[in-house]
């Protein structure tokens, strides 16, 4: 079995870490410089930078910020938020972005996906997805939203997550809107859905909130990574300690 990934999310607005809950009421959750050096001591496997506001700004990600998470980690940084063009990939690379994470704009422009895969690497080119329950039931399927969540595309996730990989997308960096924030474990029926229906990585984020979550989206959602913010930024628990939980529990971790 393929080694487990552990990714720590930092949700940036005005050169600050923050968190909220279902993408609202965002509260103050470090500096992003900070973090990014605990996350490195710690054994993180990779860290993901996220200008919340870039895209409804219509502006790029905020270069100062990327090159100062940069200077402290020795470990795949992922950039994203206001990534319209080859030229804003460009400038998060330029300021030390591993890799670029594509949300709006992959939708509006699936051609960029491409793009940058022929540019850069089919592994440089992350495309986020925000996915929400139709209904109560999985059955129902899942909705994409962009524009920080706001907007409903009229696109199905799983269908989504396909169309992307055949445009040359590594990996996929899907979120459950429902779950975002809430701390009551990640969405298995989502992750697992998308997961089953693509041969490329599947990023598992949103409602992290105890060591077993981790576990269960591993082993049920079929998950490559997980990806958590609150349960790393106030401390609840260690990456090295959730390493531990997770190879006791037989998943395979970088330690």
């Keep these: 079995m393929l080694t487990k990934r552990i990714i720590a999310c930092m949700d940036v607005r005005d050169g600050q870490v923050v968190k909220g809950v279902q993408f609202q009421q965002l509260r103050h959750a470090g500096d992003p410089a900070e973090l990014a050096r605990r996350y490195n001591v710690e054994g993180i496997d990779e860290v993901v930078v996220l200008d919340i506001t870039a895209t409804l700004e219509s502006r790029q990600a905020l270069a100062h910020t990327i090159r100062a998470v940069a200077r402290e980690i020795f470990l795949p940084l ?145 998950a490559d990574a997980a990806l958590a913010a609150s349960i790393f930024h106030y401390a609840d628990t260690s990456v090295s300690v959730l390493k531990d939980y997770l190879r006791t529990a037989g998943i395979p971790v970088r330690l």
């Design 78 to 222: 992922t950039v994203g938020g206001g990534i319209r063009s080859e030229d804003d990939a460009a400038a998060a690379v330029d300021a030390g972005a591993d890799k670029v994470s594509l949300n709006t704009a992959a939708l509006r422009n699936p051609g960029l996906i491409t793009t940058l895969a022929r540019r850069y690497g089919s592994q440089a080119v992350i495309v986020a997805i925000d996915a929400k329950r139709r209904a109560a039931s999985a059955e129902e399927g899942f909705g994409v939203y962009v524009r920080s969540g706001t907007t409903d595309a009229a696109r199905d996730a799983v269908e989504w997550a396909r169309h992307a990989e055949s445009r040359g997308a590594g990996e996929i960096l899907l979120t459950s809107m429902d779950r975002d924030g809430t701390r009551a474990g990640f969405d298995c029926d989502l992750t697992a859905a998308v997961a089953n229906a693509v041969n490329i990585p599947v990023i598992a984020s949103g409602g992290a909130g105890t060591l077993a979550h981790f576990a269960d989206v591993f082993r049920e959602g079929c």
